[in-house]
């Protein structure tokens, strides 16, 4: 098998805008998660529910 980083790479800074850096110091099961199809991702109900109960800036660790 042949692995298609040319064009990972490319995904990865022009899509994703991760550094050149970022990509190749990524391990290969977190590149590969990361492109994963997640057929179980979230809605666009499911995340306006999940912004409404935990909005940014509130610090629920009382750190």
Do not use: C, Y
């Amino acid at each position: 098998m042949t692995w298609p980083f040319d064009e990972w790479h490319r995904l990865a800074v022009r899509h994703l805008q991760l550094s050149p850096s970022e990509f190749w110091a990524m391990p290969l099961a977190d590149w590969l998660s990361l492109i994963a199809i997640d057929r179980s991702a979230l809605d666009r109900s499911d995340l306006n529910k999940l912004m409404k109960d935990h909005p940014d800036g509130i610090d629920r660790q009382g750190g």
